[in-house]
């Protein structure tokens, strides 16, 4: 049994604490700036996107299996131009992952210390990697964009009847979503 009743986080940073945030990659190291940034604009878990191996990159989506997700199933993530581009700008090295300080032998780590340094640099405090996702998730919503979308862009499993029967990716839904999510980010730049 845990030791105390988990209470949910409330957190949901503006969208110009996330530009702040994004801003402040600037003061990271290339691997860790770009991870950030992958993190932020594609709204997938920490783990899943640290993890994520030259394997599971395709042309035009990330595949990450089921066995490394949270769900159970293999999730898609539509790679949409600027995704790409973050992804291109990684050092590729002898291992297979991406996002690494040790030349993709080991999955990146410290995420303590780049939270404690995009928060100085940003002057955003109060938040963690987990709140960039409901914090896409309510930008989102305000925008109009409907919860099944935002369910779909997020790799949220479906466990309604039709999803048991539904085994589309919404992969176009999921482009829209996280373009809509780019451009309030990068609106008024």
């Known amino acids: 049994p845990k030791p105390s009743k988990e209470r949910s986080r409330e957190r949901v940073l503006t969208l110009d604490e ?3 945030i994004l801003s402040a990659c600037d003061a990271l190291a290339d691997s860790q700036a770009s991870f950030v940034k992958f993190l932020l604009f ?18 035009d989506h990330i595949a990450i299996p089921r066995d490394r997700n949270k769900t159970g199933e293999t999730m898609i993530t539509p790679l949409l131009p600027h ?12 291992g297979p992952f991406i996002f690494s300080t040790t030349s993709g032998e080991k999955p990146l780590s410290g995420f303590s ?13 109060d938040w963690t990697f987990h709140d960039f996702r409901r914090s896409i998730a309510t930008a989102l919503a305000d925008d109009g964009v409907d919860q099944f979308t935002i369910k779909c862009a997020l ?9 048991v029967y539904n085994r589309s990716h919404h992969v176009k839904m999921k482009s829209a979503a996280l373009a809509k999510w780019r451009g309030l980010i990068k609106q008024n730049e």
């Open 113 to 125: 210390q780049i939270k404690l340094l995009l928060q100085s640099e940003s002057e955003t405090t």
């Open 18 to 20: 996330v530009r702040a």
């Open 155 to 163: 790799n949220h499993k479906d466990s309604s009847v039709t999803g």
């Open 42 to 59: 594609s709204g997938q878990r920490l783990n899943e996107i640290a993890k994520l191996t030259s394997h599971e990159i395709m042309d």
């Open 83 to 94: 995704l790409k581009e973050i992804l291109d700008r990684c050092p590729r090295g002898s």
